[in-house]
């Protein structure tokens, strides 16, 4: 709370960085609970102030990955043009089972589900059509970096690449 306090502070006194970061925050939801058109606000309040990424993005409506959880969100992410979104907390909202619910009616909506998604369920993301990519760090655990264990990290990584190719054939 505090840190984004400071953003914003930073972000109303000009600073095109904090803005887009505020946007960030609100986009994708977690620190703050998502809300698309404050997001909205803080990417042109960035842009405005010279964010060259963030301008870009506006110009070319440029898909921002906003955080959902429910139908609810689904169908305000996409009022307001995301077609891609966030699925996030994954495991712990239900997993493939609720995904696959509550993607149901909103055909041409690809998810990225994020969140205690581990190489065990990988492959049942993969195989939902609304899926379009999976984000996990499971393969890059903090301790597995602080101990330098690269050779773990790399076995992790690489079957996590096998499980995509088996699944998606790709």
């Keep these: ?27 994708r939801g977690g620190e703050l609970p998502p809300n698309y058109a404050e997001a909205a606000m803080w990417y042109r309040r960035a842009a405005a102030a010279g ?57 041409g909506v690809r998810f990225v589900p994020t969140g205690s998604i581990g190489l065990e369920q990988l492959p ?13 760090s499971w393969m890059v655990a903090p301790k597995l970096i602080q101990e330098r264990k690269f050779d773990e990290i790399t076995r992790l990584t690489a079957a996590a690449v096998a499980v995509v190719t088996k699944t998606r054939g790709k």
């Design 1 to 27: 709370q505090e840190g984004e306090s400071w953003l914003r502070r930073a972000a109303l006194q000009g600073d095109a960085d904090s803005a887009a970061l505020v946007g960030d925050l609100y986009s």
């Design 51 to 107: 964010h060259k990424v963030a301008a870009r993005a506006l110009e070319k409506n440029f898909a921002f990955v906003p955080g959902i959880c429910s139908p609810s969100e689904i169908g305000l992410a996409l009022e307001m043009g995301f077609s891609v979104q966030k699925f996030f907390p994954a495991e712990p909202a239900g997993g493939t089972a609720y995904l696959k619910a509550v993607s149901a009616p909103y055909r």
């Design 124 to 136: 049942g993301y993969l195989e939902l059509p609304s899926v379009l990519a999976v984000g996990g």
